[in-house]
Nanobody
Framework: QVQLVESGGGLVQAGGSLRLSCAAS????????MGWFRQAPGKERESVAA????????YYTDPVKGRFTISRDDARNTVYLQMNSLKAEDTAVYYC?????????????????WGQGTQVTVSA
């Protein structure tokens, strides 16, 4: 079965950086699009970034553009989220998700499998 395991979360000061990783198993990783989403306390889940199966196309939600970068390493079955210039409002549980299609999308319902999440806390 498909499994997604996130890692790399933690506590960081505002302006700092973190890199999240998500290792996938049980799927032909190079054939699927991947996404990152987040949910802050008391708020709905929101999209963060998505990358196509080829890695040639990436999408970002406006609040993270220019600060976050999504990438993938198909040899490691892993997708990454490099987060720079972190702000207090980036504090959330971050989830990676897998879409059984090659094209990327920021639409959460398009994703079939989700990881357990990793906490990111940015102190002001």
């Amino acid at each position: 079965q498909v499994q997604l395991v996130e890692s790399g979360g933690g506590l960081v000061q505002a302006g700092g950086s973190l890199r999240l990783s998500c290792a996938a198993s049980g799927v032909t990783f190079s054939s699927v699009a991947m996404g990152w989403f987040r949910q802050a306390p008391g708020k709905e889940r929101e999209s963060v970034a998505a990358i196509s199966a080829t890695g040639n196309t990436a999408y970002y939600t406006d609040p993270v553009k220019g600060r976050f970068t999504i990438s993938r390493d198909d040899a490691r079955n892993t997708v990454y989220l490099q987060m720079n210039s972190l702000k207090a409002e980036d504090t959330a549980v971050y989830y990676c998700a897998l879409r059984r299609a090659r094209l990327a999308t920021l639409s959460g319902p398009e994703y079939s499998f989700w990881g357990q999440g990793t906490q990111v806390t940015v102190s002001a």
